[in-house]
């Protein structure tokens, strides 16, 4: 269940309607793989629900992105764990990416907007924080940290600002990169579901070989 940082609260989340949203995407060609895949990382997602309602879990004082997905009726959300990411990435090289490239339309990179952004004086092109989020193909990325510096590289006519990228396979293998399991488990399940559905519609894999690359191919209790 994801955990809400502002009271240390549970969200509840309708995994009946998840999966009914779910299986009405043309992932896979056959319908008796798309509920096979899709109960089990359900099933899986609802198994770390369960054992966190039954902790008692306190998370400390933590700089965190909090960034909201919607399907249909069913809000979620996926929490970076910025702290733990800027760590990840302290030797990962910069890129430099020209600001137009940043927006809310597709092929670029998704960021949230500040309305005081003169008031962060910047006058050489800071580092920002882009992550792979794949559950709109169409765009590059989003902004988890940094959205106050790039406002202020726009409003003080910079040109470019400096990328740390960071993939889905990257992400995935770093669970520390988020603020719960649940957030983790969840990232995978939506990057490797995209993942899957271009393999599978380039002809690269059949239904079945599909759901053998999944991360949870071994046993729904996978433990990433």
Excluded at 62 to 70: A, E, G, H, K, V
Excluded at 89 to 98: C, G, N, R, S
Excluded at 137 to 142: A, Q
Aim: glycine letters at 4%; hydrophobic letters at 40%.
């Amino acid at each position: 269940m994801p955990l809400r940082l502002e009271d240390n609260s549970y969200e509840t989340v309708d995994y009946n309607a998840m999966l009914t949203y779910m299986m009405q995407l043309p992932i896979f060609k056959s319908p008796d793989k798309r509920l096979e895949y899709f109960s089990r990382w359900i099933n899986h997602l609802k198994a770390i629900d369960d054992a966190m309602v039954n902790e008692w879990l306190v998370i400390q004082s933590l700089q965190c992105f909090s960034f909201p997905i919607s399907f249909d009726a069913v809000q979620v959300r996926i929490q970076f764990n910025i702290d733990a990411i800027s760590k990840l990435v302290e030797d990962k090289q910069e890129i430099a990416i020209p600001l137009d490239m940043f927006g809310p339309e597709r092929g670029q990179i998704n960021y949230t907007p500040i309305a005081d952004d003169e008031s962060y004086k910047v006058t050489e092109p800071p580092t920002i924080l882009v992550a792979a989020i794949r559950n709109d193909p169409g765009r590059k990325g989003v902004v988890i940290d940094g959205n106050h510096r790039l406002a202020g590289a726009m409003a003080n006519g910079l040109e470019s600002v400096n990328v740390k990228y960071l993939g889905d396979k990257f992400l995935s293998r770093h669970p520390e990169a988020f603020v719960t399991t649940w957030d983790h488990a969840f990232y995978t399940f939506i990057n490797e579901t995209i993942s899957l559905h271009e393999c599978i519609d380039d002809g690269l894999l059949n239904d079945s070989q599909a759901i053998d690359h999944s991360y949870l191919a071994r046993d729904v209790g996978y433990k990433f």
